[in-house]
């Protein structure tokens, strides 16, 4: 049975190809204080569908290329991404409607 591990998004960038983060909180075993560890793991996206910021499943699989062991299974959930271009279209479509009104008044 393969690997699989929940991560987040960090990079998206380069085709086919995520960068995911796992981060846990450890305890040291001798002084007791709590860390936090990050790992990163370069995932196979075939279809592009993940984009930074989601929280994504990845399973291990067979090799890619050098680093790229993992591929992605599916996403979780939607990171801010998707909120920040759906602010930027009301952004555009308030400025949009106020400008044609400034030109109504105008005329």
Known sequence: MPKKLIGKVTSDVQDKTIV????SRETHPLYGKKY?????YVA????????????????ECRPFSKRKVWKLDRVIT???A??????????TKVIGTTDTE???ESA
């Open 20 to 23: 995911v983060t796992q981060t």
């Open 78 to 80: 939607a990171g801010h």
């Open 36 to 40: 936090t560890k990050n790992r990163k």
């Open 82 to 91: 998707e909120v920040e271009l759906a602010e930027e279209a009301a952004v």
């Open 102 to 104: 400034a030109e109504k």
């Open 44 to 59: 196979h996206d075939e279809k592009n569908e993940a984009n930074k910021g989601d929280q994504v499943e990845i399973s």
